[in-house]
């Protein structure tokens, strides 16, 4: 059974550009998650989305938004980048019923902002 | 406003030895916990969780222990090897429609052989 995908890998933004990540779930899965991962802040919860809809989202600014299309697959995407913003980002999917059985985290993106 | 805490950033045993990873929360609508080890440039892997309606939860070498008065829960790892020498995080959900988890912000472990 695949795993969560994320791409690109690794990516170089200048500051002011806007980026756009992808993650594609575990097959099956609804509900995708999107956490940045700073070593200050550490994990922080972005937003998640079952069925195309968003049912929550986390305290960041307008500038991070995401969306999610019918084949569950999900995309955030992050406008006038700021040096900040520069983060692992990391996409995980669930069934998106109980929590007990964890979520799946994918490798990551590691966005860097010069 | 930190609502998981881990106030260990790293822990040092010996292989063989009980790794004991403690964690607290001050958030009292968390209903679920789980823990999540994590390798450098990868995502966390799931380990364990536990319902706040019980007070451990077991699975192999690891057993997670709630305290819920105390608002403290820990990850047991016995015995300790030198794999598990990783990040583990705790988290924590609000269940309901929350789909949130708030995390911890780690604690590193060195298992030495």
């Known amino acids: 059974k695949a795993g969560v995908t994320q791409t690109p890998r690794y990516l170089i933004k200048t500051r002011g550009q806007q980026v756009t990540l992808s993650c594609s779930p575990i097959?099956?899965?609804?509900?995708v998650s999107w956490y940045q991962q700073t070593p200050g802040q550490g994990l922080q919860f972005l937003f998640e989305?079952?069925?195309?809809?968003?049912?929550n989202k986390g305290n960041f600014p307008g500038r991070f938004s995401g969306r999610q299309f019918s084949n569950s697959r999900s995309e955030m995407n992050v406008s006038t980048l700021e040096l900040g913003d520069s983060a692992l980002y990391l996409c995980?999917?669930?069934?998106?019923?109980?929590?007990?059985?964890?979520?799946?985290f994918g490798s990551g993106t590691r966005l860097t902002v010069v | 406003d930190q609502q998981v805490k881990q106030n260990s950033p790293s822990l040092s045993v010996q292989e063989g030895r009980i790794s004991i990873l403690n964690c607290d929360y001050t958030?009292?609508?968390?209903?679920?916990f789980l823990w999540y080890k994590k390798y450098p440039a990868e995502g966390p892997t799931f380990l364990i969780s536990i319902s706040s309606i019980k007070d451990k939860n077991e699975d192999g070498r690891f057993t997670v222990f709630l305290n819920k008065s105390a608002k403290h829960l820990s990850l047991h790892i016995v015995p300790s090897q030198p794999g598990d020498s990783a990040v583990y995080f705790c988290a924590a959900e609000s269940g309901g429609s929350n789909y949130k988890l708030t995390f911890g912000k780690g604690t590193l472990l060195t298992v030495n052989p």
């Open positions: 995980a999917s669930s069934s998106g019923q109980a929590p007990m059985s964890g979520y799946t």
């Open positions: 958030n009292s609508m968390f209903d679920y």
């Open positions: 989305y079952f069925s195309e809809t968003q049912r």
């Open positions: 097959s099956g899965h609804r509900s």
